[in-house]
């Protein structure tokens, strides 16, 4: 689903996204992480408007989506798991 904005630029979004990630807890993170990386995969989003709003060069964001797809990967494990 393509992402639209009514209020807001998707720069604003993304800053606001970023924050979000920030001060988030470890759950809401994961959370927060499988969205940023389904938007960026889907194209709604890009690499360089993410980097921009997380004050990244593009070694250190690669980094960063490498944790953030680890956390959905480590959490797809655990939601997999409930119930063995």
């Given at each position: ?44 989003i890009t690499?360089?408007q993410c ?25 797809n494990t ?7």
């Open positions: 689903m393509a992402l639209i904005l009514k209020h807001q630029t998707p720069e604003a979004f993304i800053a606001r996204l970023r924050q979000a990630y920030r001060d988030s807890n470890a759950e809401n993170a994961v959370k927060l992480a499988r969205f940023i990386v389904a938007k960026v995969q889907a194209g709604d690499d360089a980097r921009a709003a997380f004050g990244l060069n593009t070694a250190q964001w690669a980094m960063l989506k490498a944790r953030m797809n680890a956390f959905v990967a480590a959490d655990i939601k997999s798991a409930i119930g063995e």
